[in-house]
T-cell receptor, first 113, second 114 residues
Framework: TQLLEQSPQFLSIQEGENLTVYCNSS?????LQWYRQEPGEGPVLLVT?????EVKKLKRLTFQFGDARKDSSLHITAAQPGDTGLYLC?????????????FGKGTKLSVKP | DAGITQSPRHKVTETGTPVTLRCHQT?????MYWYRQDPGHGLRLIHY???????DKGEVSDGYSVSRSKTEDFLLTLESATSSQTSVYFC?????????????FGPGTRLLVL
């Protein structure tokens, strides 16, 4: 079974701090997505990374896909209370049955004013 | 907004009763999925569909069945609900490129089995 391990599981920081969330696997993925989920809602796609070593920026969020396509990180600069939520990574497998995504268990981020 | 709705949004039922959850999409996507989300487990795939009348099991399919008679609708049925099926259920649709898949999620159905 392919697993995606996310760390940390919980993160509570003050507004203005920086943070990094990690997503690791022993398996290779053809692409990796990051989602954010707010209470009472479904996950919402933030970004998709496809190429090994790829870096994408979304305002204060920086996403990186590992060179070997087995890991990814999400870095938030100067976190704000609006960044609070559950962050999920999800990897797409090469081939396999109908291209299902493998989801990590998530990192629950709380940013306090 | 990816054009996905789920109904009902909340449901309370009793152990042993059948329950059907509906997912409706307006995007004409081929792939549709049902997940459950529980604390400590994250999102777990129940069943998925890759076309009308084409479905397959996911990681936690026991106790669940699905049907897809039209592209836009994907139904999840709990034949005889149990307390362990208390959860939040999410439907998703996906776009698939050659090397990537992006899933778009509905708002979820919160199910409580007493």
């Amino acid at each position: 079974t392919q697993l995606l391990e996310q760390s940390p599981q919980f993160l509570s920081i003050q507004e203005g701090e920086n943070l990094t969330v990690y997503c690791n696997s022993s398996s290779v993925f053809s692409s990796l997505q990051w989602y954010r989920q707010e209470p009472g809602e479904g996950p919402v796609l933030l970004v998709t990374v496809v190429t090994g070593g790829e870096v994408k920026k979304l305002k204060r969020l920086t996403f990186q896909f590992g060179d070997a396509r087995k890991d990814s990180s999400l870095h938030i600069t100067a976190a704000q209370p609006g960044d609070t939520g559950l962050y999920l990574c999800a990897g797409a497998r090469y081939g396999g049955s109908q291209g299902n995504l493998i989801f990590g268990k998530g990192t629950k981020l709380s940013v306090k004013p | 907004d990816a054009g996905i709705t789920q109904s009902p949004r909340h449901k309370v039922t009793e152990t042993g009763t059948p329950v059907t959850l509906r997912c409706h999409q307006t995007e004409n996507h081929r792939y549709m999925y049902w997940y459950r989300q529980d604390p400590g487990h994250g999102l777990r795939l129940i069943h998925y569909s890759y076309g009308v009348k084409d479905t397959d099991k996911g990681e936690v399919s026991d106790g669940y069945s699905v049907s897809r008679s039209k592209t836009e609708d994907f139904l999840l049925t709990l034949e005889s609900a149990t307390s362990s099926q208390t959860s939040v259920y999410f439907c998703a649709i996906s776009e698939r490129g050659q090397y990537q898949e992006t899933q778009y999620f509905g708002p979820g159905t919160r199910l409580l089995v007493l």
